[in-house]
């Protein structure tokens, strides 16, 4: 009962809902700012501020809907950019001297502390290279680098008067629209918007080239794969199951999912994980076997936990939580973890491993194997256990026989 007690940290899925939640009061937020008046209503740079504030606000809403479904997939990059767009959240919600944004800058600063908390949850690393990343900042530098000189040269054009002009003739002028409602009127006014014009959309067509193409050529890569028949004898056989319709990978072999797994192959195409190709493991007939540690990334990629529908998970002979953690990382699958007789039920296991930090790590479903708890409440039945709740299984178990 002490064990209850202890403070849990929270887990990878608590940071991402609270991402999600600060992402919509950041967008509702900002959409309130736009129609209701401010406290305080400063004049100058903080004014323009704040003016910008009011739209900018549903912009970080959305990035961070975008860094909630990343760290869903547990990129750690999609983790540090949560970090930089909560707190500009709380920013934007104390520039804006609105009271409604109150909240938002409460829920934002909370976010922090619980994004410090699960730091370590999200380790996975991202598929951007250095040429996506540089098209990335190269946008950014684009997008300041017009706003601030429209708003520098704002005296030479006609319609620009705030910082929120500036970021408006920017992006119409980089994205091509041009409205026409903003134009220069000065010559250097004109030279700058030729800058802009050509640096905008030619930074627009790299950025989008470099992120959309690798990924157009990945699909079609494993799609290629999958109709190749002189691939690895891993790949080779994870593929073949492929076509059988409904794909299950088990994470660990034991007595305790070894009737599962049985049952399963008639059902679905089964890929195991096994941590040797000398361990005295029996699969049944038509289950595909992977050998590597269930808990490496890379082993369950070669099982192709990344398009399975889901993930059956044994407790018995490695690290089940960190073997959930990892699986989490790479699909969104359902996950069903088996507890057995090693674990806590039967055995009084550590608590890494018990129910309830199993379910933390991301676990859908935690079954408790059926003939583990008859054993154990039969044991508190013949050595007289004072232990109430045996005692209750015990006599739960003897009615129901």
């Known amino acids: 009962m002490l064990d209850s007690l202890h403070p849990r940290r929270p887990g990878g899925r608590v940071a991402v809902w609270i ?43 959305f990035a961070l809907l975008v860094t ?12 540090v950019t949560a970090v930089g767009l909560v707190t500009l959240a709380a920013a934007h919600g104390i520039v804006q001297f609105r009271t409604l944004s109150v909240p938002l800058v409460v829920l934002s600063l909370g976010g922090l502390l619980v994004l410090v908390a699960t730091s370590e949850r999200f380790t996975r690393s991202s598929s951007l290279d250095a040429t996506q990343i540089g098209a990335l900042l190269a946008i950014v530098g684009v997008f300041c680098y017009g706003t601030a000189g429209a708003y520098a040269l704002r005296s030479g054009f006609d319609g620009v008067e705030s910082v929120v002009d500036a970021v408006y003739f920017t992006v119409v002028t980089a994205s ?6 903003v ?17 905008g959309p030619a930074t627009i067509a790299a950025t989008l080239g470099s992120l959309v193409g690798p ?11 999958r109709t190749t028949a002189h691939l690895g004898r891993d790949a080779e056989a994870v593929e073949s199951e492929f076509e059988r319709g409904i794909r299950i990978v088990a994470l660990g072999f034991d007595e305790t999912i070894a009737h599962v797994v049985a049952a399963l192959s008639k059902r679905a195409s089964v890929v195991v994980v096994v941590m040797g190709e000398d361990d005295p493991v029996r ?8 050998v590597g540690e269930p808990t490496a990334e890379q082993t369950l990629e070669r099982a192709g936990i990344e398009t399975c529908d889901a993930v059956l998970v044994g407790t018995e002979g490695f690290d089940a939580a960190a073997a959930i953690t990892a699986a989490r ?56 256990d004072r232990d109430p709740a045996n005692q209750s299984s015990a006599s739960a178990a003897s009615h129901s026989g």
Do not use: N
């Open 283 to 290: 699969l049944p007939d038509g289950v595909t076997a992977v």
């Open 329 to 384: 990382s790479l699909t969104d699958a359902r996950i069903v973890t088996v507890a057995g007789s090693d674990s806590t039920v039967a055995g009084g296991g550590s608590e890494s491993e018990s129910d309830e930090s199993l379910e933390q790590e991301g676990a859908d479903v935690v079954v408790v194997d059926p003939e583990a708890v008859l054993v154990d409440a039969t044991v508190g039945a013949l050595v007289g």
């Open 68 to 79: 909630a479904w990343g760290m869903r997939r547990g990129y750690r990059l999609a983790y």
């Open 215 to 225: 990924a157009l050529e990945t699909h079609l890569e494993r799609t290629g794969e």
């Open 183 to 199: 134009h220069a009127t000065t010559e250097t006014a004109r030279l700058f918007a030729v800058s802009l014009v050509v640096l």
């Open 176 to 181: 091509t629209v041009g409205y026409g409602d």
């Open 19 to 61: 991402v999600a939640a600060i992402a919509l009061a950041s967008i509702a937020t900002g959409v309130g700012a736009i129609l209701t008046q401010p406290v305080l209503d400063p004049g100058g740079l903080l004014g323009d501020l704040q003016a910008a504030a009011e739209f900018s606000g549903t912009v970080v809403g």
